[in-house]
């Protein structure tokens, strides 16, 4: 890693220390554990958007594949532009009828 690199982790890692110090005191947070009781909200709205999206890209995956089209093109094109390839997809696959095996 350059000079440079490591200056701009290490800036970043004390800014996200001095931010979480920052919190802590303003919500008069004096241990540990009422952090986290303070954060647990937070994750678990993370865990919830978390798991639809997973769901989402595993329903893409099988209705993809059902309907005989290219499941890693679409499994990118919504990885990487979210909710828009999403709508693209959900727009797109009407043209492609379910294929009965």
């Known amino acids: 890693m350059s000079t440079s690199g490591a200056r ?6 004390c800014a996200a220390l001095l931010s979480a110090t920052v ?4 919500y008069e947070l004096n241990s540990a554990l009422d952090l986290i009781l303070f954060l647990a909200p937070f ?17 893409v ?8 089209m290219n499941t890693t093109l679409w499994l990118l094109l919504i990885w990487f532009t979210g909710i828009l390839g999403l709508i693209i997809y959900l727009v797109a696959r009407r043209k492609h009828p379910v294929r009965h095996v």
Not at 8 to 13: D, G, H, I, P, Q
Not at 61 to 68: A, F, N, V
Request: no cysteine; aromatic share 14%.
């Open 8 to 13: 701009e982790v290490l800036t970043a890692k």
């Open 61 to 68: 995956y099988k209705d993809s594949r059902r309907r005989g």
């Open 23 to 26: 919190v802590a005191r303003h």
């Open 43 to 59: 994750l678990g709205v993370a865990l919830i958007v978390i798991a639809v999206w997973v769901y989402v890209l595993y329903y």
